[in-house]
């Protein structure tokens, strides 16, 4: 079982954390603003800490999610498959205060998913031919609009006869996620298509910080009554986060 922790609100936890943040690989889960962890978003706004490489499906908008981090410059590089919807990610990146990676939205999944399993890297036909595999997409421009980050060629493979594009892993060193229900064995429960990008993550990080709305006796976590809906079990704690170090989820 991992070891964990829980706080009973999120105000100011990031700023408790006992590992740095600075310069830190954030996992934020989430799809569009659907299952984001939007309270430990706003912890992590209040620490103030700068440098931050953010791994999210999509950068937020303007004045709500991972837009709030891009308004007060505390990320510096964003790995993402979806950027639109947000005025300030756009202005950053074409003038060259923010990097971008932009990695195809299943690709993306897959090497959160293969850094919580351990799996180093994939090959996956996705991006062959493109500047995805050749290399040259813009990661960071100059203020005068000419490239000064640009991405790598990367290796191919061929087969039965088709050509796969080698895509390495990602781990990160925290995860921020959200959840519906979790209990203290650290089973963590995702409802409906909050689920998305959410258990992945928490696998692929050195500390997983589980937002969630109900802390739940282990025994009744595991009772369900239908397909559809679970025995309401007794809420031990408000609205608790919980910290898993490790990031083993089981």
């Known amino acids: 079982m991992a070891a964990y922790k829980i706080f009973q609100k999120t105000d100011n936890i990031l700023s408790r954390i006992r590992f740095p943040l600075s310069n830190a690989n954030i996992s934020n889960a989430g799809f569009g603003l659907c299952g984001i962890p939007e309270n430990l978003i706003n912890s992590l706004l209040k620490t103030g800490v700068k440098g931050l490489t953010a791994v999210s499906n999509n950068a937020g908008v303007d ?33 060259g205060e923010l990097e971008v990676e932009l990695t195809p939205q299943g690709t993306l999944a897959e090497r959160i998913r293969a850094g919580g399993a351990g799996v180093p890297a994939f090959f996956t036909a996705t991006g062959y031919g493109t500047l995805i595999q050749e290399g040259g997409s813009p990661i960071k421009y100059n203020k005068d609009g000419s490239v000064a980050i640009e991405s790598e060629q990367k290796e191919v493979r061929e087969f039965n006869g088709r050509h796969f594009v080698m895509e390495k892993a990602i781990t990160g060193d925290f995860a921020l996620v959200k959840a519906w229900k979790a209990d203290r064995a650290g089973n963590v429960i995702f409802r409906k298509t909050a689920r998305n990008f959410n258990q992945p993550m928490c696998k692929a990080a050195k500390v997983t910080i589980v937002e969630c709305s109900d802390l739940l006796i282990v025994l009744e976590l595991h009772l369900k009554c239908n397909r559809d809906s679970w025995i309401e079990s007794q809420t031990l704690v408000p609205k608790p986060v919980l910290t898993f170090y490790r990031g083993y989820l089981h």
């Open 63 to 95: 004045n709500f999610g991972l837009g709030l981090l891009l308004q007060t410059k505390q990320i510096k590089r964003m790995i993402s498959s979806y950027v639109g919807e947000n005025v300030e990610f756009e202005r950053q990146y074409l003038s």
